[in-house]
C-alpha cells in the first residue's frame, strides 16, 4: 500500500536492503509514516534525535499497535532544548512481529536509527 514502508532482514541498519541484512526504509524515519516489522522476530529499534530550535525543548512520540495505524503511545520523551547532532537523546523500543510503528516529531530531528533483531 501507498505512504507503508516496511522493516525487513535479520540485522538492520541505514541503507543495507540490497546486501540482504535488512532495511530501515527512511533513516531517519519520517514524522507520521506508518512502518512495519516484516521480520520472524521482534526488533528493537534505536532513534537518536536532538531539538530542532536552540533553547527550546523538543518531544519524540512513539506508537505501536497491530494495525495501521498505530494508535498504542509508548513513549512521549521530551528532547534537551540543546541543538545539533552531537547532543542526542535517544529513544528506544520493542515491536512485535508483525506490529506497526510509527513517530511523531515536534521541534525535534532524528539521526539514522539502528534496528536489531530481539
Known amino acids: ?5 516496511v522493516i525487513g532482514g535479520n540485522h538492520l541498519s541505514a541503507g543495507q536492503r540490497d546486501r540482504g541484512i535488512g532495511v530501515l526504509t527512511d533513516n531517519p524515519p519520517v514524522s507520521g509514516t506508518a512502518y ?3 521480520t520472524t522476530n521482534s ?3 534505536y532513534l ?5 530550535t536552540s533553547g527550546t525543548a523538543g518531544q519524540i512520540q512513539v506508537y505501536i ?3 495501521n495505524p498505530p494508535t498504542s ?7 534537551g532544548p540543546s541543538t545539533g547532532a552531537g547532543l ?3 529513544v528506544h523500543f520493542h515491536v512485535p512481529i508483525e506490529w506497526w510503528w510509527s513517530i511523531t516529531l515536534t521541534n525535534a530531528t532524528l539521526q539514522s536509527g ?4 530481539d
Open 65 to 67: 499497535g497491530p494495525a
Open 36 to 38: 512495519q516489522n516484516t
Open 48 to 52: 537518536p534525535g536532538y531539538a530542532t
Open 114 to 117: 539502528v534496528v536489531i533483531i
Open 43 to 45: 526488533v528493537i529499534i
Open 88 to 90: 542526542n537523546d535517544t
Open 73 to 79: 503511545q509508548i513513549i512521549n520523551q521530551r528532547i
Open 1 to 5: 500500500m501507498a505512504g507503508e514502508n
